[in-house]
């Protein structure tokens, strides 16, 4: 098997590129040409492997592509994820290289070359390793798994209508374990599997003072100025401690043990490397957790995006009519997304002066979710690992979130093995995301394992 995908290195990435050549953006409604494009390329991709079925389901967004392959019913069967629409690349005049002309560079962490494009890691070449994984066993015989794939347009947008289509097609979606590849891995000399994720509440706030912009000399400091009354309400909601201060925010918060935090602390970390990687100069978070503790166990509030009044070159002085803001809040075992969601426009809401009124629009949420350690399909992802690496994986939590992982749980009543082989510093939902090659081959190389194992089970 290894001289096989060996064989099939250059090949496999030559496909990577043209995946990636095609701007998928979901976010965007002039790219829906486009991300029904990348839709068709994998469609035709899974056809040329002759499987059993490929089909196209339309939704009312963006499609969803489905496919099997159904060996024996004596065969576990899995069920594979991914998303083929990407995020926006802006902004653009900070790429190094176009986002969707994928280069391969090196780097210090990709010594032997990383592919420079949008989406490269997240998910297109996590999705795509899984395809070539299911290539390889199927091209030496090897197969002794059923396959399912199910790869969606929308993940970056809130998977607004995946739900819809599991709870409509549960006995398509039947399987013995669903297998994501959207996760990272600590280091490429500490590999890692993802045990649990945190939720997700997003909103868009709007604070609205005068009916329209006014002069700041005439009307300066006697009317309230929106974007200065929502910097104090943001401001508000941390304390000195770094705890968010919405009432209840941290009433369903899960209690880690301190086994389980211990386990946690035993992951290399280095923290003058991470603050140089980053370019920072020093870390903040709440108090009394480490820095794995604050990205993994801990619920958080942060601020993804602030607007209002003039931003053009040069000055205008201008006291703004509206200010508005992006807000997620990350959310941990046993918090649920509309409870949180309620509890922040209540307190937003309560917060505001009487000088101005204010709206709060609920965007896309998601469930937190822990996946069991103890199951035949995690035995064999770690096995695969240990092979592939030399060295047992570490299982980890993660910061992000993949709502998709909670539902799949409830609706399809399936656990899911999170392996991705990502790394933090791959730049995913910025400018000059990256994937290394090693990563990638890797990846092809451990899944495949995986899948043969599994078989073994």
């Not at 280095?270 to 903040?284: C, H, Q, R, S, V």
């Not at 695969?384 to 910061?399: C, D, I, N, Q, Y």
């Amino acid at each position: 098997m290894k001289q096989y995908l060996d064989s099939e290195k250059q090949k496999s990435v030559e496909e990577l590129i043209n995946f990636l050549k095609i701007p998928s953006i979901s976010a965007d409604s002039k790219y829906q040409s486009e991300v029904r494009r990348g839709a068709q390329w994998l469609m035709d991709k899974l056809t040329s492997l002759e499987l059993d079925t490929v089909d196209l389901y339309e939704t009312p967004g963006h499609p969803i592509v489905f496919a099997e392959k159904i060996i024996s019913p004596d065969y576990p069967t899995v069920l594979f994820y991914g998303h083929y629409d990407v995020q926006p690349p802006d902004p653009l005049n900070l790429w190094n290289t176009e986002p969707f002309n994928p280069t391969i560079n090196k780097t210090d962490i990709h010594p032997d070359g990383a592919i420079f494009a949008r989406g490269a890691c997240d998910d297109k070449g996590q999705l795509y390793m899984q395809v070539k994984a299911v290539e390889a066993l199927l091209k030496t015989d090897n197969l002794k798994c059923n396959i399912k794939f199910i790869y969606e347009g929308e993940e970056e947008i809130g998977s607004d209508h995946l739900d819809q289509f599991c709870m409509a097609h549960q006995d398509l979606l039947k399987s013995d374990v669903i297998l994501i590849c959207d996760t990272s891995i600590l280091s490429n000399d500490t590999p890692t599997i993802t045990t649990g994720l945190r939720g997700l509440s997003y909103v868009e706030v709007e604070v609205t003072g005068p009916n329209k912009d006014l002069h700041s000399g005439v009307y300066g400091g006697a009317v309230a100025n929106p974007i200065n009354i929502l910097s104090k309400m943001i401001a508000s909601m941390h304390d000195d401690k770094g705890k968010v201060t919405i009432p209840g925010f941290y009433d369903d918060v899960e209690v880690v043990s301190e086994q389980e935090r211990a386990l946690i602390q035993e992951a290399p970390f280095n923290l003058e490397e991470y603050k140089k990687e980053i370019g920072i100069p020093d870390i903040l978070g709440e108090e009394g957790y480490s820095t794995f503790e604050r990205t993994s166990i801990r619920p958080t509030l942060d601020v993804n995006g602030i607007w209002g009044g003039y931003i053009g070159e040069g000055a205008k002085t201008v006291l703004p009519a509206k200010a508005f803001a992006k807000i997620s809040m990350r959310l941990v075992p046993f918090q649920d997304p509309d409870t949180i969601t309620k509890l922040f426009v209540d307190y937003f809401t309560s917060i505001a002066p009487s000088s101005v009124s204010v709206e709060v629009r609920p965007h896309h949420g998601g469930r937190p979710a822990v996946t069991p350690i103890d199951s035949a399909a995690y035995r064999a992802a770690e096995a695969a690992m240990t092979e592939s690496f030399g060295k047992r994986p570490l299982p980890m939590r993660s910061g992000g979130s993949i709502p998709i992982v909670a539902m799949f749980k409830e609706v399809l009543g399936t656990d899911s093995i999170l392996m991705g082989f990502g790394l933090d510093s791959d730049s995913i939902h910025s400018p000059n995301e990256h994937f290394g090659l090693f990563n990638f081959y890797i990846g092809i190389e451990t899944i495949t394992s995986f899948l043969m194992k599994l078989a073994n089970k």
